[in-house]
């Protein structure tokens, strides 16, 4: 299935290299910490430092399959498969991750991070996430939803004032304004801004605001068009707020979910994780690719984009949608309703017409025929093909995590990964 919002890429890998690191995959990284998440247990009003927090590479307790109804052939099958994508120049490297029932039942790297440096990959390694970060911006507006400081039928100019004069393409003013809700489901008419060289050098504030002064596309609430609404969330979040939005996503929703290395501007720390993206090259091999959300060194930081900007590790963002399979909570610490969760995951509507997308969210119906080897449920992908999944049907959370980019049949590597993990339910 072609995910809509962009999963564009992929990542293969060459010659001497490709050899090399083909057979140094033998090693695959199974870290298995005994540590587990011994310091995130229990429920306490306060949460672990990012320092605390790096104890573990692991988001959960680790079962065998079978303790969970899933098949240990049918997960082994999911390496075997990443690695011939490496072989193939398809993808330098992956991690894969598969949990259900709030336990680990599958956690792998295989394959490079970058292949120039022999670095293999890590279950610990950082990609940028691109659109996957949407329903992190969709989880800050909802926690200001949850504490009575935002209504998502508000008009956006009720807390960004730069959207009062907003016009349609015709000059007009539209018979009514956008609001948080069509901003979020990508129902506001918001057209795509003009590329800038400035662009990461803007704040949050300067950047919502050149939003607004682009006209709509069309009358908010008509049509459907992907584009930058959540970066007028993050907007929202810090005028409402009053908080830089890294920091609000880090004292509502990171840091209670216990997630270590979600960031926008990776720390010197953190910077020899991050994972090198590639693209085609002559003659079948792969090549680095340039990554505009990776600057030339830790000391160099980029805006906060909310549609699009966060850099995270497998295991962080299965935290995250563990978190909204255990109804808004994780670990004992609550952040957001169950209410909130329901709202934001459910299907909008445009032009009087459903649409599959949600509040930052997207969603994949369960099929008219049946079939008890298909995944239904909510997630999203980013454009260099990293990709999570929730089937709250079957309790089950799946992470895919690949560097890629400028690769044909760009959906290719993350429905072969959901197509065995469906096999391998039991």
Not at 248 to 275: C, H, I, S, Y
Not at 278 to 304: C, E, H, L, M, S
């Amino acid at each position: 299935m072609r995910w809509p919002y962009g999963t564009l890429s992929r990542v293969p890998a060459v010659g001497a290299l490709q050899l090399l690191g083909t057979m140094m995959d033998r090693r695959d990284l199974l870290i298995r910490s005994a540590a587990g998440l011994g310091a995130l247990s229990g429920a306490t009003a306060a949460f672990p430092s990012r320092a605390a927090r790096a104890a573990s590479h692991e988001p959960f307790p680790r079962v065998r399959p079978e303790e969970v109804g899933l098949s240990s052939a049918g997960l082994d099958r999911i390496p075997e498969q990443m690695r011939e994508f490496v072989r193939q120049n398809k993808i330098a490297g992956a991690v894969t991750l598969v949990a259900r029932h709030g336990k680990l039942a599958h956690f792998v790297a295989v394959g490079d991070a970058d292949i120039e440096m022999r670095k293999k990959m890590r279950t610990d390694s950082i990609f940028w996430l691109a659109s996957q970060a949407k329903p992190t911006t969709a989880t800050a507006i909802m926690v200001l939803v949850d504490q009575g400081k935002v209504r998502l039928d508000e008009p956006v100019a009720t807390y960004l004032p730069a959207f009062k004069n907003i016009k349609l393409k015709s000059g007009s003013a539209p018979q009514k304004p956008p609001t948080v809700r069509h901003v979020m489901s990508h129902t506001a008419g918001l057209a795509q801004p003009f590329r800038d060289p400035n662009d990461g050098a803007y704040t949050l504030a300067q950047y919502a605001n050149r939003l607004a002064s682009r006209p709509l596309e069309f009358e908010p609430g008509s049509a459907y068009e992907y584009g930058y609404g959540l970066t007028v969330c993050g907007g929202i979040v810090e005028a409402v707020s009053g908080k830089l939005f890294e920091d609000f996503l880090e004292a509502n929703v990171f840091g209670p979910a216990g997630m270590k290395d979600t960031t926008f501007n990776p720390t010197r720390e953190q910077w020899p994780r991050l994972t090198k993206t590639y693209k085609p090259g002559p003659n079948g091999a792969i090549v680095p690719a340039y990554n505009p959300f990776i600057t030339q060194d830790w000391t160099v930081k980029r805006f906060p984009e909310p549609s699009g900007g966060l850099l995270s590790t497998t295991g962080d963002m299965a935290r995250f949608y563990q978190m909204y399979l255990n109804g808004g909570e994780i670990d004992g610490r609550r952040i957001l309703s169950r209410e909130a969760v329901q709202t934001v995951t459910t299907p909008q509507m445009a032009g009087g017409k459903p649409i599959t997308y949600a509040l930052g969210w997207q969603t994949v119906p369960p099929p008219a025929t049946g079939g008890a080897r298909v995944l239904s449920g909510y997630g999203h992908g980013g454009a260099f093909a990293t990709d999570g999944f929730i089937d709250p049907s079957r309790g089950l959370v799946t992470v895919l995590m690949i560097q890629r980019t400028q690769f044909p049949n760009g959906g290719e590597i993350g429905a072969a990964f959901r197509k065995l993990v469906a096999e391998a339910l039991g």
